[in-house]
Structure formats: C-alpha cells, structure tokens
C-alpha cells in the first residue's frame, strides 16, 4: 500500500534553532519527493522537489535529503524564523502509465517558532 | 499569488443548503484537482480533471457534484453536506502528461467549509 508517514507530528522550537522533520514512505512506482509549506490559511506551497538520483537539495535555509534505498526524506530548516511556523507536508509521487502521476500525501508536521 | 483563486474563501451552510465553490487558475495549465483537508489527515484527493474530463473520482458520495466547464474553471457543487464534511477545501492545477510529470501541483488557499 502506498503510503508516507512524517514525524514528528509537532514540533516547537526558538526562533534562530536548527530543526529536521521526518519522511518515511512506500510508494511504487517512486517517481518524486516533494515536501510542500502550508502556512495557516492558505494553500500548500512546493518548497523542493527531488527526483530518484538526488540525494540533497537546498532552498534557502531550507534543506532537503533523499535516501532511496532507505526510503526516507528530510527537511532540515536552519536559523529558523517566525515566518516558518507552518505545516510542512511531504508528497511522494508515484509514475503512472500515461505520464500521470499519482500523490501521495503525508499529515504534515506542525512546526511552530516562538521568539 | 500562487495563480489559482478560490472563492469563497468562508462558508457556513445548513445540511439543507445548496452551494457551489469555485476554482480558477490562470497558469495554462491542463489538470485540476479538488481536495479535502480535515485537521491532522493527509490532504484527501477527491476529483482529478485532465482536458475538462473527470479522469479519478476516489470514492467521493454524491453529495459532492465536480464541474469543469472548461481548463481554467472548476466548481465543486455541494448539497445535503452532513457535519463531518466540515473542512478546507483545496483546489489546485498542474501541467500533466509526458513532460510535464515533475511538475507541481499549485494550490489555491482553499474554501473552509463548515455545516451547522
């Protein structure tokens, strides 16, 4: 069954800390990892995305690594900021015949930054 | 602006009321996608259009009507909801097909439904 877990669920740090949220997923055909900002009331937005032969990719303050074999992914955010208090989602895409792709989406992590 | 807009952006119906939301992007893209978002779930993915045809309906009751008059307009006509359908309601449009398969997919801010 395909499907993408992310933790943890919450996280609260200081602002100007480092922090790293967790990807872990099944999911077949693997075609992409996405992980995604949604800040409160709005819409998801696509932070970085990484295809099969990517093992890292910066945005920023926001980094984000992609261990194939393992299946895991993670989004590092260094010196954070009040501004990065958001849903951080991570969306695994699977290829599908045709050139679709199918997606498939974690909860989110929470993370909030306090001064 | 992320170049999909949704109205409206609140909506507070009875289980008895007839509604419709609404989806525009303009990025000249060919698909678009309706989902649902309850706290603390995975974004729910309820209908797919690629060249205004409806390719994926997951399961969603009818209650639920998707209309996609054309690539850029996509309505989400609702009636009879019951009180578990209270949640943000996302569009969102992408480039699909050979191509365009790691493209993204771009939200609007959603409709945060809820029904008394």
């Known amino acids: 069954k395909n499907q993408v877990e992310q933790s943890p669920q919450s996280l609260i740090i200081l602002e100007g800390k480092n922090c790293t949220l967790q990807?872990?997923?099944?999911?077949?055909?693997?075609?992409?990892l996405r992980w995604y900002k949604q800040d409160t009331g709005r819409g998801p937005v696509s932070l970085t995305i990484?295809?099969?032969?990517?093992n890292t990719k910066s945005n920023g303050r926001y980094t984000a690594t992609l261990d194939a074999d393992t299946k895991q992914s993670s989004l590092h955010i260094t010196a954070s900021q009040l501004s990065d208090s958001a849903s951080y989602i991570c969306?695994?895409?699977?290829?599908?015949?045709?050139?679709?792709?199918?997606?498939?989406f974690g909860a989110g992590t929470r993370l909030a930054v306090h001064p | 602006e992320t170049g999909v807009t949704q109205t409206p952006r609140h909506l507070v119906m009875g289980m008895t009321n007839k509604k419709s939301l609404k989806c525009e992007q303009h990025l000249g893209h060919n698909a678009m996608y309706w989902y649902k978002q309850s706290a603390k779930k995975p974004l729910e993915l309820m209908f797919v259009?690629?060249?205004?045809?409806?390719?994926e309906n997951n399961s969603v009751p009818s209650r639920f009507s998707p209309e996609c008059p054309n690539s850029s307009h996509l309505f989400l006509h609702l009636h009879t909801l019951q009180p578990e359908d209270s949640a943000l309601y996302l569009c969102a449009s992408s480039q699909e097909g050979y191509g365009g398969a790691d493209q993204p997919q771009h939200f609007g801010d959603g409709t945060r439904l809820s029904i008394l």
């Open positions: 259009y690629s060249l205004e045809e409806r390719v």
């Open positions: 990484m295809t099969f032969s990517e």
């Open positions: 990807c872990n997923y099944t999911v077949s055909p693997f075609s992409n």
């Open positions: 969306v695994v895409s699977a290829r599908l015949s045709g050139g679709y792709n199918k997606l498939i």
